[in-house]
């Protein structure tokens, strides 16, 4: 098993983003009274960090058409 450590920029940033979407799924389901299994919870950061990828790319363009 490697350690946190070791993981790749890209790989800490997604088990980080899991851990922040695991907490907030955790919390809003306790609070509303049901709860919720880890696999709609993997399906839900997998899809906010494809959210955010393009997100990003989207930024970086936009900062070169005004930059340049």
Known sequence: MT???ELTTDKKVR???HRDVN???TDTC???GFSI???PVAIV???VYKKLL???LDLEAF???WIY
């Open 3 to 5: 350690t946190y450590e």
């Open 15 to 17: 088990v980080a983003l």
């Open 23 to 25: 907490k907030i799924c």
């Open 30 to 32: 306790h609070y509303n």
């Open 37 to 39: 299994n880890s696999g």
């Open 45 to 47: 950061a997998e899809l």
């Open 54 to 56: 393009t997100y990003g």
């Open 63 to 65: 900062a070169k058409y």
